[in-house]
């Protein structure tokens, strides 16, 4: 069964069910509309082949989703892209996909003709996913229809979530698609779809999640962290319905999570996930269970901790996150990359690249990336310590931190920062402050203060653009 199968059968057994909402233009599908509207996408489209890759660039527009759904019912393969690339950015993903249809917002599809090896088996893929490329360039993962299925299953499971599931989505479709988009789709829910979430937006907030008494959301830190700025221009009173809120992307703050829940008196869950995978660690509503510094609970026969020579370490050890796959059929993999296949799948495991420790609880606890490791006089940093060093200043609202190369030393830590809201520090006070805290080697050698912090689309921190900020020690 495709998904688009899936939403044909919803609409057979609950027609009138509200199915997408747009609070913004009042445009509503119920299963049934949605359906009929998939059905007429798939029959204006008889020239797309089952197996064309299609790319869709599209903003969270009805039009997105019913050309998503549209596109998996014709047994082509969809690639939603992330509408705030560059235009570089977006035909390096064409180009290696091989796309051959091109759909824009406001625009007729548009056929392009890129050469192409064809697919061995092109009924292997549901769709192709380009990752936000924070450490490095963007990469495209094919997920196959069994493990897209199976991993809605999994956050369906862990999240007890059901057919009177109605969740808020604000996330772009690009970084929304398996959760909470497919997912609430998956289980027969309603799909409330918001405009872009900003500090312009957030009086209209409140009465989005209230018109259609929304169970839940999915927040990224840096949106988490407006709400909080902007507590006072919120109806806290038509948010009575949310159970709870998710944040991924990044590992949540505890003072953030403190002040969020204050603010707003909803539990904001920490979870952990990455596009390769969907979910692998949840929070569980029950919080009297929780560490605020955990992002949330593993299923131990799904992941583990290793060494470098792959070694389950014990509760307590840092060591790389690795996650369970088939070992012949891993459900997933890097769309033509093979290098890169070959260096993240290891004899049924997939190395996640993240660095974490468990506790004996099975609560998951992350140290941030491998390849973010500052190496500094033969000795390794990371780069989250430093920074959670400077959010300690009580000036500091947020940081980031880099290794900038260095001919003598290998590399150099660098680092930015926010001013909180009435703070007052100079660079010379952050500096000072550092030295009381951490060893010499740790230190920045250079600190900044910025406006904001440079941030890929999921609000993860942009290591290489931290040590841009730093252009006249480029060349050491």
Known sequence: MSFADLIEAHARKQPRKLALAFPETGREY???????????????????NSGDKVALLLPNHPEAFVTLLGVMKRGAIPIP?????????????????????????????????????????????????????????????????????????????????????????MLPLAHALFYPCLTTW?????????????????????????????HTTHLIPPLAR???????????????????????????????????EKAYGIPLLNCYGLKET???AFTSQDLSSRNLEAVGEIRPDETRIVDKSGRPVPPGNVGEVV?????????????????????????????????????????????????????????????????????????VLEAAASGMPNSQSGQKVVACFVMRPGGEATVRDIITHCRRYLADYK????????????????GKVHRPKVRGLFPDLAHP
């Open 278 to 280: 969907g979910f692998i």
């Open 323 to 395: 996650f369970k796959t088939d070992a012949t059929a891993p459900g997933f993999q890097y769309y033509r990359r093979p290098d890169l296949n070959k260096l993240a799948f290891k004899k049924g495991w997939f190395y996640t690249g993240d660095m974490g420790r468990l506790d004996e609880q099975g609560r998951l606890y992350l140290h941030g990336r491998i390849n973010d490791l500052i190496i500094c006089r033969g000795r390794k940093v990371n780069p989250e310590e430093v920074e959670e060093v400077l959010r300690r200043h009580e000036a």
């Open 186 to 214: 998956y289980v027969g829910g309603t799909l409330v779809v918001c405009p872009p979430f900003n500090l312009k937006t957030v009086p209209f907030w409140g009465p989005w999640i209230g018109r259609y008494a929304a």
């Open 226 to 260: 407006v709400l909080v700025q902007a507590r006072r221009r919120v109806q806290t009173s038509e948010l009575s319905s949310l159970r709870f809120m998710t944040c991924v992307s990044s590992p949540l703050e505890p003072k953030l999570i403190g002040e969020f």
């Open 443 to 458: 230190c920045p050698v250079r600190i900044k203060r910025v406006a904001a912090l440079p941030r890929g689309p999921l």
């Open 81 to 169: 892209i992330d509408i705030s690339l560059s235009e570089a950015e977006i035909k390096t993903i064409l180009d290696h996909c091989g796309a051959k249809w091109l759909f824009r917002h406001g625009a007729p599809p548009e056929t392009l003709t890129l050469s192409s090896p064809p697919d061995k088996h092109p009924e292997d893929i549901a769709v192709l996913i380009p990752t936000s490329g924070t450490t490095a360039g963007s990469k495209v993962i094919a997920v196959t229809p069994t493990s897209l299925l199976t991993r809605l299953d999994a956050t369906r499971k862990a999240l007890g979530l059901d057919d009177s599931l109605v969740c808020a989505c």
């Open 30 to 48: 119920t299963y049934q509309d949605l359906s009929r509207a998939v059905e007429q996408f798939a029959g204006s489209t008889v020239s797309m």
